[in-house]
């Protein structure tokens, strides 16, 4: 089955930087988009920013010029570098891959991983 499996997350200080990874594994024929979204209690799954699989990107404003993402397709792994990060980047953050399995095209996601940022 496939999988999508996170790690990067923890706790920094405001003006620090974190960078996630998320790698994908399983009977996968191609992964399209991949991206970032964040979630915090109570609110809805934003999106933080995605990449194709020729690498153009979109990038949410919050984020922009703060967090860089980027991918290798050869590892079908997808990276998010978050730079002067923010207390209010504080939230779970999860990877979502959109992809092409002998079944069709899916949606996967990974399990999250959370991001403290304190002040």
């Known amino acids: 089955q496939v999988q999508l499996v996170e790690s990067g997350g923890g706790s920094v200080q405001a003006g620090g930087s974190l960078r996630l990874s998320c790698a994908a594994s399983?009977?996968?024929?191609?992964?399209?988009?991949m991206g970032w979204y964040r979630q915090a209690p109570g609110k809805q799954r934003e999106l933080v920013a995605t990449?194709?699989?020729?690498?153009?990107?979109n990038y949410a404003d919050s984020v922009k010029g703060r967090f860089t993402i980027s991918r290798d397709n050869a590892k079908n792994t997808v990276y998010l570098q978050m730079n002067s990060l923010k207390p209010e980047d504080t939230t779970v953050y999860y990877c979502?891959?959109?992809?092409?399995?002998?079944?069709?095209?899916?949606?996967?996601w990974g399990q999250g991983t959370q991001v403290t940022v304190s002040s």
């Open positions: 979502h891959a959109s992809l092409v399995v002998i079944a069709g095209a899916r949606d996967s």
């Open positions: 399983g009977p996968i024929f191609r992964i399209n988009i």
């Open positions: 990449i194709t699989r020729d690498g153009s990107t």
